[in-house]
């Protein structure tokens, strides 16, 4: 359906905004195409001249803005939508949903693109898009005179900026280095299933460690039979997992018993199991039947990226980092450096105290993470 627009003409063509002064006559470069928060300062001044450009023009008052697009077409006519458009991002949910159930952040593994509900974006179109979440603001524009808008790659970029700004809590962690390998060294991980409040309640535990024993505690209790079986439901809908539900189920079962035998029964289980997974359906594909544990890792990680992006929520790179610096950990008996992993584990030299109930969860998450990277 048809969205109300104001439309207005435009004398000029616009092209982008200089980066730099320059004077008459001397060679400037402007920036044609752009994509802000509003954590940046760049941000408010692009808006501001995109507002005074256009949303001034048509009559608009600034400060009841929350959104707006506007679509600036060949003969320079203008269409202006603002505020109450329909915006329809395109999501990877963490499980089956029906037609109009409301979807929380908790629910979304991925956010793919943004499109806009009956709004015909031509390809020689330029465009601005503004939007809020939250108490911030994103901005994307494209003036590029010399090329056509590839609609899809609009699309995804939109939505790359709208998942930044929604899930910034998660970005923010992985740019703060110290906070980030901290969270690791722990055996954490921004895994799907947390993401949303749950990560955010872990990042707060690390910011602020008053009682923090107590609050990790609770926060992995918080993990029982009845949430777990609500996860694992889902792996049964790929082969890879349907054919070893009964070896799968059996590390549950184990976890769910909440006592140390539990624990490691859990983890035994489950860490060889994931490694069968994962070589299984390697061989599948490539039809090998020897790989080394770093092509395994990357046959994983390519695989997150085929069905996302680098920058996805699944964060494969991020990812990669995890399972060789943590899940698939080399271990050095010399120097006393065994953590517990996948290695120390499965040749029986992980000491008997690592086997606890936050690694048991945290092994049965990176098994929900394959999920979603692998069939």
């Known amino acids: 359906m048809p969205q109300k627009k104001i439309n207005i003409n435009q004398k000029n063509d616009i092209v ?200 990790i505690k609770s926060f992995v209790d918080s993990f029982d039979e009845e949430r777990i079986k609500a996860i694992s439901e889902r792996w049964w809908s790929k082969k890879e997992f349907s054919d070893k539900k009964t070896l799968i189920e059996a590390g549950l079962d184990a976890y769910y018993k909440n006592d140390k035998n539990g624990f490691i029964n859990c983890i035994k289980t489950l860490t060889s199991e994931i490694e069968g997974i994962v070589r299984l359906q390697y061989f599948d594909e490539t039809n090998k039947p020897k790989s080394t544990f770093k092509e395994l890792i990357k046959h994983v990680v390519d695989k997150g990226k085929a069905k996302s992006s680098e920058n996805s929520l699944f964060l494969p790179l991020h990812f990669l980092e995890y399972l060789e610096k943590v899940f698939f950990a080399d271990f050095d008996l010399s120097s006393g450096k065994v953590e517990l992993s996948r290695h120390s584990s499965c040749h029986g030299v992980a000491k008997e105290e690592d086997y606890r109930k936050i690694k048991a969860l945290q092994t049965i998450l990176v098994l929900d993470q394959l999920f979603f990277y692998l069939g």
Not at 52 to 66: E, H, S, Y
Request: aromatic fraction near 16%; charged fraction near 30%.
């Open 16 to 215: 982008g905004f200089a980066v730099s002064n320059t004077k008459k006559g001397e060679q400037t470069v402007i920036l044609t195409k752009g994509i802000f928060i509003s954590d940046q300062q760049e941000f408010y001044k692009y808006t501001e001249q995109i507002s005074n450009l256009f949303l001034a023009q048509a009559g608009f008052f600034i400060d009841r803005v929350c959104q707006f697009l506007l679509l600036v077409h060949k003969d320079l006519s203008v269409d202006i939508y603002v505020n109450d458009f329909p915006v329809i991002a395109e999501m990877r949910v963490k499980k089956a949903t029906k037609k109009g159930q409301p979807i929380g952040i908790n629910d979304i593994a991925d956010i793919k693109q943004i499109r806009f509900e009956g709004i015909d974006i031509k390809e020689d179109d330029k465009i601005a898009y503004c939007f809020k979440i939250g108490w911030k603001f994103g901005l994307y524009f494209n003036f590029d005179p010399k090329r056509e808008l590839e609609i899809d790659k609009l699309q995804q970029e939109i939505g790359s900026l709208y998942r930044y700004l929604k899930f910034q809590h998660i970005y923010k962690t992985l740019e703060n280095e110290k906070m980030f390998e901290e969270l690791q060294k722990d055996g954490w991980f921004p895994f799907i299933e947390i993401l949303g409040q749950p990560f955010k309640e872990l990042e707060t535990m690390y910011q602020n460690k008053f009682v923090f024993e107590n609050k």
